[in-house]
């Protein structure tokens, strides 16, 4: 088949139906529940018979029986119905607002509000839902963590800095510092939820004109319906001052939250994925699973290089969401409209998934001991160059000759282990043997003898972190029970 053939003939003419990618491969059950199309219609009527029911308990003539008949045709919920309403219309809201009049037989529905009134209260009541679903499932990533940090808090290890050995310290050190990091996020996260200010009803430009007009001016009465507004949405604050939308900077600090709250996940599989190459770590293999189609043997850290990837959606939308804020002219337009409808989900969906593969990893993984004592052997003398020092100090070697000593044969050996493939490390015999140093193996042997001697502070370290992840444990019981849907 010609390139011809490939680029015009096979390319079909129809509008394919899409999936939401990130939707329909990473995002949890509970996350798509939120944020899908069938999903925010629904909010949206529930938000219109909130309103009205609110209207009518303040005085405004709307008899239940109309309530009731939105009330019944609420669910009966048509997509391709509103999209062919909005092809003739050019205006989306509008088009819902047609369509639940038209099956309610009223024209009850929207009185007094604005397009903003309307999506911008039910889209942040998503985002809320959204973060409270991104706290639970991070209470849940946090917990295991805390269990893996303990789990391992005995298991020595070379840790690494610049990539390369540096000093022992302990396996489950990795868990508590990355799940540390998380737990930054995970408080921000907690802030943000609690005091996160809705929209409200304001109008067209912000000013309520409309809602003061169809309650004959009593401001109380105003109020009183934001206030119901507000309690149905589940928030506590609501915003005093505001044009016909909401400070773009809002949609910012959320996707921001989000991207705090993974990059504790995304730092541990960046290492993981390094200590899998270094075949002292698994992220978990299942029995049956493939590593590659074109080389059987391989055991690829698939679910933490997914990890990788779905975090430069977040920082991606991050960056959009922050292009949209202090664009607002005057009241606003929408011309962010397009961006946030990209970004505000897919945000969630993307986060969502970090935490579902991040909680996966954390159940499936695992060290190698044998590997990693391999390591030790290999690495121990060099890890260990100050306790060396220290030993010939206290054998009256001046503090610099020794230095100078220790430094040259630790170099030396480092390079003849790596030209020659040796994993023998002679650095003990190297300086047994230099006069300038006279410091029998023995002495130096006995310096190095016991490595967990040398990872100072760790254990104590991986306990208050244990403790603050089972704080959080109490807090949120059921959330720590949380256990991830099966990945692809």
Aim: with cysteine; glycine share 8%; hydrophobic share 40%.
């Amino acid at each position: 088949m010609s390139e011809a053939d490939l680029s015009q003939k096979n390319v079909p003419q129809e509008r394919p139906d899409v999936p939401n990618t990130l939707a329909e491969r990473y995002a949890s059950t509970p996350m798509l529940n939120v944020f899908s199309p069938k999903a925010k219609n629904l909010f949206e009527r529930d938000f219109w018979i909130t309103i009205m029911k609110g209207q009518a308990a303040l005085g405004m003539d709307i008899p239940q029986n109309v309530i009731r008949s939105y009330v019944k045709v609420r669910n009966n919920l048509d997509l391709e119905s509103i999209k062919r309403r909005e092809r003739t219309l050019r205006h989306d809201e509008q088009a819902k607002i047609q369509e639940f009049n038209e099956l309610a037989g009223y024209q009850e529905a929207h009185k007094g509000l604005t397009t903003r009134d309307h999506e911008d209260n039910v889209e942040q009541f998503q985002y809320k839902r959204g973060m409270m679903i991104v706290r639970d499932h991070a209470v849940a990533t946090l917990v295991r963590f805390g269990r893996l940090a303990v789990e391992n808090g005995a298991l020595v290890m070379a840790d690494r800095t610049h990539l390369g050995a540096a000093q022992p310290s302990l396996a489950g050190k990795i868990f508590s510092n990355f799940g540390e990091e998380m737990l930054i996020g995970f408080n921000n996260l907690e802030t943000l939820i609690e005091e996160y200010p809705l929209r409200g009803i304001k109008g067209a430009t912000g000013t309520q004109t409309d809602q003061l007009q169809l309650f004959g001016g009593d401001q109380e009465k105003v109020d009183q319906l934001e206030k119901r507004v507000a309690r149905a949405l589940g928030f506590k604050n609501v915003l005093g001052s505001v044009g016909q939308i909401y400070p773009r900077s809002l949609d910012f600090q959320v996707t921001a939250a989000l991207f705090q709250i993974i990059t504790g996940p995304s730092s541990f599989a960046e290492t993981s994925r390094m200590m899998a190459a270094a075949e002292i770590f698994t992220e978990g293999f299942k029995e049956g699973q493939v590593g590659s189609t074109a080389m059987p043997h391989k055991m690829n850290a698939r679910t933490s290089e997914r990890i990788k990837s779905l975090k430069r959606v977040v920082l991606g939308n991050v960056m959009m969401m922050g292009q949209n804020a202090g664009e607002q002219a005057f009241g606003g337009d929408v011309t962010d409209s397009a961006a946030r409808r990209v970004a505000m989900a897919d945000s969630f969906f993307a986060t969502d998934g970090i935490l579902e593969a991040a909680m996966t990893v954390l159940d499936e993984c695992g060290f190698y001991p044998a590997m990693l004592q391999r390591e030790m052997n290999r690495y121990l003398p060099f890890l260990t160059t100050t306790r060396l020092l220290t030993a010939a100090i206290k054998e009256g070697v001046g503090r610099e000759t020794a230095h100078a000593v220790i430094r040259d044969h630790a170099v030396a050996v480092a390079i003849n282990m790596r030209k020659n493939g040796t994993q023998e490390n002679d650095l003990l015999d190297r300086l047994a043997a230099d006069t300038r140093l006279g410091v029998s193996k023995k002495v130096l042997a006995d310096a190095i003898s016991a490595p967990i001697e040398f990872v100072g502070n760790a254990p104590r370290q991986i306990t208050k972190f244990a403790g603050r992840v089972e704080a959080i444990r109490r807090k949120y019981p059921e959330a720590a029970k949380y256990n991830p849907e099966p990945i692809l």
